[in-house]
């Protein structure tokens, strides 16, 4: 039976026209964003309406989904120069009214695709010698290249190709929709294979998959391209920055078989090394050791701070080729981030990994509050300074969850039905225990407030007293000052609960401008990597809610969790393969 299906199936598939197929059709529950208002959209240039129809999945992802949509949609209506004039579709396409088993289905259509802009090389004037790539040591290419029609696997990808940002559609919603270049291996080349030296450098913090997707580039560059000297620099952009360094490793597909089963990186990693401060100095000491190994395409893997050095490199490249001195190289950065927060991609590498590895300290925690008393409550933190993903999606993926604090969401510590002391207690009591889990960066900016209270708020010459703002307009400013729109907690609050910090009575004083300062320079420290320095969240939380059952005279167990190195160490994970 399910032979005979997957048959009658196949057959079906094969009878529908191509238009037909290219099709996305999705039955379910979807909430559908009206249109713009033609004046909106006249007022833009045009009569495209950007983003298409936003589809959200109701459930657990639904803020995510509508985060993303509209930070896209409001990408095309603020930079239309982005994107491409729009594409109409084939009007010789035709419509299979007919759906499966027979039954008439919903028509679709996408009348007009807007596809982003991507700069290409030819647009900078640059004259180059463009050769047919004839070089992919793939047996499926080689076998398969100029004997049959259509697009083969293993062959090139056409520059017509594209991929849909958002292919959850519905009858009757938008006929326009957004799209992107779809990547893989060009049929035109403008370098020789034999004249490519290329080199890979992983940097930042480990994240599970880099080893996957080093294997991948250099398969890439091998099979597909051709390209015989590929590198490997040690240790991040300090394996070259710093005196001594570590040097160069070669590679190709026999050295890197089976890495994608280790952990971590075999090309080593550090933090810092560039950053968009590098003196000039610098940046020519690090083209110079490029240099000394005749590298001129550079594959760089890493997440923000590492992007803002590689676009260091790139403007120092460029630069010098204004003042004639042109030097030919590539440089490429593989944006790594496991929290997911990319706007234009479904998953990063090493996301679902994490996720899986997350799960796995949830049920950690789910066993330490159950199995103490009294009034267990564990406690996990995951990764996520922005996004909340790995923390939503571990949370929905254990099942076992009581609360789950993220970025997107503000919450509440006091007052409220859903503050956070008093709903873990009210679960405590109701089941006898509780398990919340954590993003790094949820509530940082409350996390922040606190902190410039909390350098106000210092002991004064050992006598057990605090210092704290003696008004709430001064207070608004300090807070406003950093943190823009924030709204502190009232006052009463936060004396509470410094004085149960302090386990004493507090003494309020004034603020000065001197201690705002300190308070603004605190806020402004920052990682190796260039990245704002984030206050643990957690730390506060478990302070907090000891403090609200010592007032309210309820004993509590608190185990906390932080499985930061443990997730970012593992090997990627067969979905992230």
Known sequence: ????????????????????????????????????????????????????????????????????????????????????????????????????????????????????????????????????????????????????????YGSFTPDDDVVLFDIVRCPGGRKSAMAFRRAGARKNICWEPNEVRAAIVTCGGLCPGLNVVITEIVEVLYYAYGVDEIYGILGGYRGLCDKGGYGFKKLDPYSVRGINTQGGTILWSSRGGLSPNSTEEEIQAFFDKLDEKGINMLFIIGGDGTHRGAYRLYEFARDETKKGNTRKIAIAGVPKTIDNDLGVIDSSFGFNSAVEQATHAIFSAVTEATCNKPNGVGIVKLMGRHAGYIACHATLASRQVDMCLINEDPFLLHNGPEAVAKYIMNTVKEKGHAVMVVAEGAGSGFLQAQESLAKVLTFDNGAGTLKLLSDETTRKFVCLKSLKDFDPIDKEVTIH??????????????????DAKNAEDEKAKTDASGNKALPNPCEFLIKYIKAYCKRSKDPVTIKYHDPSYMIRSVAANASDN
């Open 497 to 514: 609960y410094y004085e149960e910090m302090s386990e004493g009575a507090l003494t309020v004083f004034e603020m000065t401008e001197s």
């Open 1 to 152: 039976g399910v032979v005979g299906l997957s048959a009658f199936l196949y057959y079906r598939w094969k009878a529908m026209s191509a238009a037909s197929r290219e099709k996305v059709l999705r039955w379910g529950d979807a909430v559908v964003d009206e249109p713009l208002p033609q004046k909106d959209i006249d007022a833009k240039g045009g009569t495209f309406t950007p983003g298409g129809a936003r589809v959200l999945q109701r459930g657990a992802s639904q803020t995510y989904l509508s985060s993303r949509q509209k930070k896209m949609k409001d990408l095309v209506h603020s930079n239309p120069e982005m994107f491409e004039p729009e594409v109409k579709a084939n009007p010789d396409a035709k419509d299979d009214v007919a759906g499966t088993y027979g039954q008439k289905g919903n028509i679709i259509k996408i009348d007009k695709t807007r596809i982003l802009k991507l700069d290409h090389l030819c647009d900078y004037g640059i004259k180059l010698n463009w050769r047919e790539n004839r070089y992919m040591r793939s047996r499926a290419f080689q076998f398969n290249h100029g004997t049959t029609k259509g697009r083969i």
